[in-house]
């Protein structure tokens, strides 16, 4: 292990090396002081609680390295893939990388653009929040995506002006991603009473590439300002797919996040949510879908630093063949966090006696005036809505669709995009009526 | 039609069937009364092709092939039908999708185009209105949450949408308020044709004051114990089961 660290240690020098000082001292050193950090975090291992149930052997068999490369696609290729609804603005990367020509940025009261872009040109007011929330990283590949940063999206909405239509994130990979680590970083800020609507989408070009995405987001909402955030993992069937995301929520800000992790033969996301003033609020959907050969990791962590402040939490997985997924939800109330609601809840749809769960949801409460609850459920179809919907015609193909498609469904909807309920609904057909 | 010789069958290992004989034929709405436990819904649902039940003796025939050989959804997509007597709850389900998809693997099956989703609203909502159903229960999940009776009526915009061949209806006016059990019994009526038939189970005389029936039988302990016409219902009707236990018994 020590050998592959320093490998490691000595590729992210290399790539840090190879900008040539671009980044300007002050990145540069924060890149210098990530390497530092991963060399004394090394990489997570199953002895650490968080990464029990959830190996990288996989990955680390497999390697990647640190490059700036890609491979450009068609324009028709990739328009094809852009949300349908009409958006406020656009940001496409392809292979980790973004792509001025395929984006569109021109928004008034609002500051869209790449990452890349601003450690170009040294924008001090940028890279300064680059950390802001995630320091040099909790764990070894976090620390990686600041040695390593190569671009990401810069989204900071000025105070009181609300986006209504969805700011769009697509990240497409391909051929050029081959044995990559991609390391993106995403930074919004929104300032007091602001308001948006972000959709990110991690989608392969090409089905069997082997990638790594190690990406880290990190979002910052004022008082008051109110974040709608659709994600959804579709990456390819090789891919390993890392995301860390950072909440820093201030007074009465309200976060609305819902996920979909259905791609990736390995995927883990991590959504660290803190409350630094009373009043706010975080929302957290999640579905997981995972067959063979594919992991799904889901972590949550809320911490209730600061009083009145309210979390609710509600994930639904589907696994069937040899799937596993993992699903860890962690909820601590301070001492001082009185008056916290926070509830959160699991459920787990079993199609094969060969799928695997770990299902961890876990309350640390410190406080005493608080109201939570935690629930996590295992189950398989029902045999009886299975002999309804046979009895109307259906095949048995046909019913287990119907019904994976209906426990799916609560988390679906929570995705405002219609043409992203459908995407999703898709998938699921896709993947269960064999 | 429908051809049932000396059906005998068990659950868990206790018998519930003792040689049900009972002949369908296309046009003819046949009763099926009988008490409490007596077997009427494990024969609707052996008809049916649910699990859970050992047929230990006898035969089904339908439409000329051997009913119990044939696969739950191939008997559906032959044309018969089951109205529950406790239809499951679907949750997330949309009844809406539920409905067209089943129509549209029903037409698949008869060689006929999918029906789209503008023509199939219309069609819906207009059945959905003979059968008295509130159309908002089309945009929710099926059956969940729904109401005895709107559960029931649910079951009977199905059948209407389907047109099956046999219907099978098991207590399906038990929990409908007069109105609906009156839009029920029209829309069974409405179904009925030379080439259809139908079973249905109930312990009321009041719909089948409505359907009036070519047979009334009686199912007790696991046979059909009395057949006659709408005379033998009144007479149950007034007197109970009793009598005829009594009579079969001695
Ligand atoms: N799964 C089962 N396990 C044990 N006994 C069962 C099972 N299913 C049915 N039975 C028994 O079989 C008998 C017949 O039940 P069935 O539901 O067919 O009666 P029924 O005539 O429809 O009655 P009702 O008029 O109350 O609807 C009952 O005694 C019932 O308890
Ligand atoms: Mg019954």
């Known amino acids: ?167 769009e994130l697509l990240h497409l990979a391909g051929k050029g991603a081959t044995g990559r680590a991609m390391c993106p970083r995403h930074l919004v800020m929104l300032e007091a009473d602001a308001s948006a609507n972000l959709v990110e989408r991690y989608l392969a070009m090409d089905g069997e590439t082997a990638y790594f995405n190690n990406l880290v987001c990190e979002i910052t909402l004022a008082e008051r300002a109110s974040l709608v955030h659709q994600r959804i993992q579709q990456e390819s069937a090789q891919a390993y797919h890392l995301c860390d995301i950072h909440l820093g929520l201030q007074g009465e800000a309200d976060y609305q996040g819902v996920n979909a992790a259905v791609g990736g ?43 009145y402040c309210d979390s609710r939490e509600n994930f639904k997985g589907i696994l069937h063949g040899g799937g596993k997924a993992v699903f860890d939800g962690l909820i601590q109330v301070r001492e001082q966090a009185q008056g916290s609601n926070a509830h959160l809840s699991n459920a787990n749809l079993m199609l094969s006696r060969r799928a695997e769960v770990d299902a961890k949801p876990q309350l640390l409460i410190h406080a005493d005036d608080v109201q939570c609850s935690h629930g996590a459920s295992i189950g398989q179809l029902d045999d009886q809505a299975i002999f309804y919907l046979r009895s109307r015609g259906f095949d048995e193909g046909q019913a287990r669709r119907l019904l994976c498609q209906g426990f799916a469904n609560e988390i679906v909807e929570r995705f405002q995009s219609a043409s992203l309920r459908e995407q999703l609904s898709e998938v699921i057909g896709q993947r269960l009526e064999e | ?159 209407a949408l389907l047109e099956p061949l046999l219907a099978i209806l098991d207590e399906t006016d038990s929990g409908l308020d007069i109105d609906a059990l009156r839009s029920v019994a029209d829309g069974v009526n409405r179904l ?15 719909l089948l004051d409505y359907l009036e029936p070519d047979h009334v039988h009686v199912l007790a302990e696991g046979r059909i114990v009395r057949s006659g016409g709408m005379e033998l219902a009144r007479e149950l009707e007034a007197k109970g089961y009793g009598w005829l236990l009594d009579e079969v018994a001695a």
């Open chain 1, 1 to 167: 292990m020590n050998q592959l660290i320093r490998h490691y240690q000595q590729t992210a020098m290399r790539y840090i090396d190879s900008r040539h000082g671009s980044d300007g001292d002050w990145l540069t050193g924060r890149r210098q002081a990530a390497v530092r950090h991963f060399a004394e975090l090394g990489f997570p291992h199953s002895r650490t609680e968080a990464w029990r149930y959830t190996g990288i052997e996989g990955l680390m068999r497999q390697g990647f390295e640190l490059t700036d490369r890609f491979d450009a696609f068609p324009r028709h290729a990739v328009m094809r893939r852009f949300l349908r609804e009409p958006t406020a603005a656009r940001l496409v990367f392809v292979d980790g990388l973004y792509q001025a020509d395929l984006s569109d940025t021109g928004l008034v009261g609002v500051r869209v653009g790449s990452l890349r872009e601003a450690m170009a040109v040294g924008d001090r007011q940028v890279l300064e929040a680059v950390g802001s929330l995630s320091g040099l990283g909790d764990h070894g590949f976090e620390a990686l995506n600041l040695a390593a940063l190569q671009d990401g999206a810069v989204i900071r909405v000025s105070a009181g002006v609300t986006v209504q239509q969805p700011i």
């Open chain 2, 192 to 206: 009925r044709s030379p080439q259809r038939a139908m079973i249905v189970v109930t312990h009321y005389q009041r």
């Open chain 1, 265 to 307: 033969a390995w995927s883990r996301t991590r959504v660290h949510c803190r409350f630094a003033e009373p009043g706010a609020n975080c929302e957290l959907d999640g579905l997981y879908l995972a067959g063979e050969g594919q992991l799904t990791d889901f972590h949550l962590d809320l911490d209730h630093a600061v009083p």
């Open chain 2, 1 to 159: 039609m429908l051809s049932i010789k000396h059906l005998s069958a068990s659950v868990d290992g206790k018998a519930i069937l003792k040689g049900v004989d009972l002949e369908v034929r296309a046009g003819e709405v046949h009763a099926v009364m009988g008490p409490n436990g007596s077997g009427k819904s494990t024969l609707a649902h052996i008809l049916a092709g649910r699990d859970g039940y050992t047929v230990t003796d006898g035969e089904v025939h339908y439409m000329g092939r051997d009913l119990l050989e044939m696969e739950i959804e191939e008997r559906a997509r032959q044309g018969l039908f089951l109205a529950m007597q406790y239809p499951m709850e679907l949750p997330g389900v949309n009844n809406m999708i539920f409905m067209r998809e089943a129509m549209n693997t029903r037409r698949k099956s008869q060689g006929k185009e999918a029906m789209d989703a503008v023509s199939f609203m219309k069609l819906v909502r207009e059945k959905a209105k003979l059968v008295k159903l509130d159309e908002r229960l089309l945009k929710r999940s099926v059956n969940a949450g729904f109401s005895g009776g709107e559960k029931k009526r649910n079951e009977i915009l199905q059948m």
